[in-house]
């Protein structure tokens, strides 16, 4: 068993590139930044939408078939602030390689998505603080 995870975390929205390709749809960038990073050793890709609040379950769903069918249903966490959209991409999330990770669930607002988690047999990263990552 591997001592350490590696989760490519370069595919997000805050990124001018990505927000943009995730708006128009385009898996150019997406696909170019995923491969990047599994060609870097990365075991897992992040999907991170952003909060996503109008259209994040089809984003997501989008999102998760184009990385599984492109990369051989390569292993995903799934980064929103958006539950809805969370549940939509471990709904269509194939588990052949590995189980989905949320990212992530907190002490607070976010602390339902463990229960998500396992309805879901999926992984999640959990933070202890109640209002995300300290500054310090």
Wanted: net charge negative; glycine share 6%; proline share 5%.
């Amino acid at each position: 068993m591997e001592k350490f995870m590696i989760i490519g975390e370069r595919i997000h929205c805050i990124s001018p590139i990505i927000r943009k390709a995730l708006a128009e749809r385009n898996p150019e960038p997406i696909l170019k930044r995923a491969k990047e990073q599994l060609e870097a050793g990365a075991h897992y890709i992040d999907f991170n939408i952003g909060p996503a609040e109008r259209d994040g379950e089809e984003l997501m769903t989008w999102g998760v078939q184009l990385l599984q069918k492109e990369f051989n249903n390569v292993p995903l966490a799934l980064d929103t602030a958006n539950r809805k959209a969370i549940e939509a991409g471990l709904k269509v999330y194939n588990r052949t390689h590995a189980k989905p990770i949320i990212n992530s669930a907190d002490a607070g607002s976010r602390l339902d998505l463990i229960d998500l988690a396992g309805e879901y047999e999926a992984k999640v990263i959990a933070l202890c603080a109640k209002e995300g990552i300290p500054k310090d």
